[in-house]
């Protein structure tokens, strides 16, 4: 944030914003696994949208290492499991957590209580259907390889698509139509419009030809994931290295049999 | 609350409090399946501990029917599956959104900004492992019965006990042995220890045989375990016919073939 933009913040009269508030001086450190975009991707998307200063850890220099590191210390809050934000003295886990944090920092979600809870509710029920996805290729558990339960997984993925995406997708639909305005909770883009885009982008790489035919029936969700792909931040993300590539060691995997 | 508290609380001088957040004249109405204990309980632990006024609707004389209308009647927050709270003109959905609303009003979770999330952390990673002791009877997805994947059910449980429950559970355990207090994050109990509760019960419950081996790995579990029961306001619903008992309808379930 420029210096000059910060002196209009605080210029008397103005709104008191902190500076943490605002972001500045706050260089956020993102701990996740760095060859895959899974369950990060939510919240690099909020820190590139917010134009955030933040640095992806273990895509760095200190690899991994630098993440399991940060697991293991003695520390009074460890997090259970990647990804988790460290925002000065905060190390904060759980990605619908780090979000509903940075949704009230960075202006992607509202402030009032009423309104906060709703989008933070529409993200951990995204982060439901998330599991469910990881689960079409993992259902037997995350510790055994795919490889290991192809034919249960071609039974979870059927009851996936017969069931569980027209649930959650129709949810989302019903919404976007009720609201009928620009982003899922009004005119503002909150972090739950980021996943959302993220959810239709992965659902097309993996299932490349389900989706073609099921597209038709979310035409909502369908013009919210081009809403977002066209915002200056989000598009120059997608366009960067920083954007990691959909693959097979992520939530969102495409395997054929599944597409089937 | 008492009004002669009230008063108290209200005197000039004293700490401002809100009438909302005192509970008063707040009366609770919880919408959750009646004849499980499931998601719902979490939210019941949390209800009966803080002495709150509450009802529990599905289980009254609307039945499941005043839920479901709940669901479907037109509104701008209609939460994707139950359990939701109604509290006041706010409709609250997500288990652990709920308890993140309650713990801030009723003195179950800190009010600072860091404890409050490191304790909603704490409660979504729980909010995961109940998810995958779900899995445990529904490997192939929640659309199926268990009759239909015994087969999977049993090698994702064998899953579970080898890698998951060990993973969790000895979390928790550094948690409670690092903290060397009376509840996991201190001298005052909040809803991640009534949730522990409810972790410990239900295990019991579902896996009576490999419980019976493991517990002794899980000290600083079963002491809080112990702890929480033996609260005065959580006694007295254990004892009530408010608290359903476990069945093989709900997450924790006992199937002997998967406690071999």
Known sequence: MRLSLLRERFKPGSEIVSL????MQMRYELYYWPEIQGRGEYVRLALEEAGADYVDVARGDGGIGA????????SATPPFAPPFLKAGKLVIGQTANILFYLGGRHGLAPKAEGPRLWVHQLQLTIADLVLEVHDTHHPLGPGLYYEDQKAPAKRRTEEFWKERVPKYTGYFERLLRDGGSTYLTGRRITYVDLSLFQIVAGLRYAFPKRMGGFERKIPGLVGLHDRVAARPNIRAYLESDRRIAFNEDGIFRHYKVLDA
């Open 20 to 23: 943490t508030e605002v972001g």
């Open 67 to 74: 993440m399991t590191r940060m697991m293991e210390a003695s």
